[in-house]
């Protein structure tokens, strides 16, 4: 059962209380965009099989969208943080480094 | 190859069984291959098996990570119809499903294909409209479909329940055609077949890189060396989006587990297939007599072939209220697959950004189905160099594009 902390109201919510909303720090292309860059925005997903960043709602719970960083192989936790922000915060990134030695954050475009 | 037959059991069995031969060569990698096909699933060997038959090419490799047929081939709940809502879908599915019914003879292997019917219950007003429209369109696709009433579903399956607590049966698209097959016999046929046509399928041999020159694919690494090809074709369900990393683009997939379990064997109590999208379960009985019960996908990404209990759930919850006959029925395992789901819930037979290569993946939830359709549409594109009739709807361009082939909205979670 995958459990994650909302880094809002501080609950450990189990995931039937919890809302995926897929993979997170998505660039979000408007109109004006290149069809690469439209489609790639749409449809095209890092899928990694490995570090993932995700965004989550705690749908029966506070209600707020937030960001979690997981390992799709493992199945664990590496830590919850704001969804406020376009790319994971350094302390997640040295929490995830530090577990899956020759990581790095790259930007998912 | 020794044939199998009535002959062949009772020599045999006049000499205690010491003349079977192995159903396929154990193979040690050539240096080169004209076409290397990565997965040894059912999809990955009915390319080969078609490459071979149907275009006469025989110098081929299939290359498994694990073991033959060990992923979604040997985990599904083998559920086999063609009642699909789109022209392209219908016409894959459909062939699909005509060569389920003499795959049998065809492999000279049974694979114990059952055209027992398959029935998808419409539970809301909504779903009666949506089935109804279904039936219609499969008329036209040449798709033996009817929408039937209530009582016949009680007809044709005497265990259901029809006003049940939450969603009465109002009725169900009935395709008396659909059926059930012995999956793991499929991917054993097919790879008995192959062998015998001089294919090496090598098992334990997990791709670690795609090798390209110029824009074209070379070969590949493995952890048993390097193996070259003229064409590659990926064919590996949920981890194609590790394999098209490798060969340097994206795919519009996402990959998330979805489970299956079976209750302990009881006596014959139904004799159709049968899937509630409403409430969310199917079901159909297996030969042994275990209730073969199929569950729903995680939310979340997920590479790990376990699902989450809630579903399970979920699951038997829907079947108890539309088989209340089942509350006492103990179950015996459960399993999961990592199936690879792309935005329109459509698969992807492609070329791709790297020449030679190509691509049979986004099945999602429902690809066992179409093992057959699938392997002779990539067969036919790989010979070719292009997608023929059966896949040219299905090519990666499709999304950039805006030509979906919807039917998440069709085949819901029990695709």
């Known amino acids: ?109 | 190859m020794k044939r199998y037959s009535a002959f062949a059991i009772a020599r045999e069995a006049l000499r205690h069984h010491s003349g079977w031969e192995r159903a396929w060569r154990k193979a040690t990698p050539k240096k080169k291959y004209d076409v290397v096909i990565v997965g040894a699933g059912g999809h990955g060997l009915a390319t080969a098996y078609y490459l071979g038959k149907n275009h006469g090419i025989r110098n081929v490799a299939i290359l498994e990570k694990g073991w033959l047929g060990g992923g979604n081939t040997g985990r599904n709940t083998t559920i086999i119809r063609s009642n699909y809502l789109q022209d392209p879908s219908a016409a894959i599915y459909e062939k699909a499903r005509s060569l389920y019914e003499t795959m049998s003879q065809d492999l000279n292997y049974n694979v114990m294909f059952s055209p027992r019917g398959v029935m998808m219950l419409a539970q809301t007003h909504h779903e009666v409209r949506g089935y109804e429209r279904t039936a219609h369109a499969n008329a036209l696709q040449g798709v033996d479909t009817q929408f039937i009433g209530p009582e016949k579903v009680k007809e044709l399956c005497p265990i259901i329940r029809l006003d049940g607590p939450r969603y009465p049966v109002l009725g169900a698209l009935w395709q008396p055609r659909g059926g059930t097959a012995r999956h793991d016999a499929v991917a054993w046929g097919y790879a008995r077949a192959c062998s015998d046509m001089g294919m090496d399928i090598i098992q334990q041999c997990e791709v670690t890189a795609v090798r390209s020159e110029a824009g074209k694919v070379r070969g590949v690494t493995t952890n048993k060396g390097e193996i070259d090809c003229d064409k590659l074709a990926i064919v590996v369900a949920g981890h194609s989006g590790v394999l098209a990393q490798m060969a340097g683009f994206r795919l519009p997939i996402e990959s998330v587990a979805l489970q299956a379990l079976v209750s302990e064997p009881i006596k014959p109590i139904m004799d159709v297939v049968i899937m509630a999208n409403t409430v969310h379960g199917y079901m159909s009985q297996s030969d042994k007599g275990e209730m073969v019960i199929g569950g729903g996908t995680d939310g979340y990404n997920n590479y790990t072939q376990r699902g989450s209990f809630h579903h399970v759930e979920e699951t038997v919850r829907a079947l108890i209220e539309t088989f209340p006959m089942l509350s006492r029925l103990k179950m015996l395992r459960q399993w999961g697959g990592i199936v690879d789901v792309t935005g329109d819930r459509s698969p992807i037979l492609s070329r791709t950004p790297l020449a030679g290569c190509f691509v049979n993946c986004g099945w999602g939830t429902g690809g066992f189905k179409a093992i057959p359709g699938s392997g002779w549409a990539t067969a036919e594109m790989i010979a070719r160099g292009e997608p023929g009739p059966l896949a040219s709807a299905f090519g990666l361009d499709r999304f950039r594009e805006g030509r979906f082939i919807d039917e998440s909205v069709a085949a819901g979670v029990a695709h």
């Open chain 1, 1 to 109: 059962m995958l459990i994650l902390e909302c880094p809002y109201c501080g609950v450990k919510a189990e995931e039937t209380e919890l809302h995926g909303g897929g993979e997170a720090h998505l660039v979000r292309r408007g109109p004006d965009s290149s069809d690469d860059a439209f489609e790639s925005y749409l449809f095209q997903r890092q899928n990694p099989k490995g570090v993932h960043f995700e965004r989550w709602r705690h749908a029966y719970g506070c209600g707020k969208w937030f960001h979690a960083a997981r390992c799709t192989a493992t199945l664990e936790v590496f830590g919850t943080y704001s969804a406020q922000v376009s790319e994971p915060p350094q302390q997640i990134r040295d929490r995830i480094a530090a577990r899956r030695p020759g990581w790095s954050w790259s930007d998912q475009g």
